[in-house]
């Protein structure tokens, strides 16, 4: 499965805008990005996906780069319940379209 | 609520016992998969079984099987527990390709 290469830590502070970096620099070009995040004490929910436009929903923003080397999950503005681990995993027919997750990244937000 | 429900949500038991942890999917979603989460692995992909017959493998122990029935619903039967099996166990439901819904989990506890 191509890796991904996530900061272990980020923070942030409230109603500020919170960009996470992904580096793939082995991506394919059938394998898509995916977002996920871990609340504590909860299972991982999605987040966001994309190919290779950047994509929008109620939860956030992904914008990939234009070699898909790398993309960043944007968070317009940050809440206390935002914090948690985010995995960016990409997710392609070669991997029999199952997640694998890395270790993520933490990001806690302060009031 | 997610959809997927899994049972139980505690489970504490004693090495060299047997368990069996139960997921019923989200209603039409034909694929499962069970994860487990560890402090030292991280979310490790254990199996997939999709509309009835397995489709990947992963990191799962030969202690470790699975199966999902007619209905759906799959269980992940963990034998011979050790204390190093302690963990969350996630359960996934898919439609198939994209989207996926975890569960709440259940915490095994091995003493």
């Known amino acids: 499965d191509a890796k991904t290469t996530q900061p272990n830590s980020m923070e942030s502070n409230e109603e500020e805008p919170v960009h996470l970096p992904c580096n793939h620099s082995t991506i394919s070009g059938t394998d898509y990005i995916h977002w996920y995040r871990q609340l504590p004490s909860q299972g991982p929910e999605y987040v966001i996906h994309g190919l290779t436009s950047n994509v929008n929903n109620r939860m956030a923003s992904l914008a990939i780069a234009e070699d898909r080397k790398s993309s960043t999950l944007i968070l317009h503005r940050a809440t206390l319940r935002d914090a948690a681990v985010y995995y960016c995993?990409?997710?392609?027919?070669?991997?029999?379209?199952?997640?694998?997750f890395g270790k993520g990244t933490l990001l806690t937000v302060n009031p | 609520d997610s959809g997927v429900t899994q049972t139980p949500k505690h489970l504490i038991t004693a090495t060299g016992q047997r368990v069996t942890l139960r997921c019923s999917p989200r209603s039409g979603d034909l694929s499962v998969y069970w994860y487990q989460q560890s402090l030292d692995q991280g979310l490790q992909f254990l199996i997939q079984y999709y509309n009835g017959e397995e489709r990947a493998k992963g990191n799962i122990l030969e202690r470790f099987s699975a199966q999902q029935f007619p209905d759906l619903h799959s269980e992940l039967n963990l034998s011979s527990l050790e204390l190093g099996d302690s963990a969350l166990y996630f359960c996934v439901s898919s439609p198939g390709v994209r989207g996926y819904t975890f569960g709440s989990g259940t915490r095994l506890t091995v003493v």
């Open positions: 995993i990409l997710m392609g027919g070669g991997s029999n379209y199952k997640l694998t």
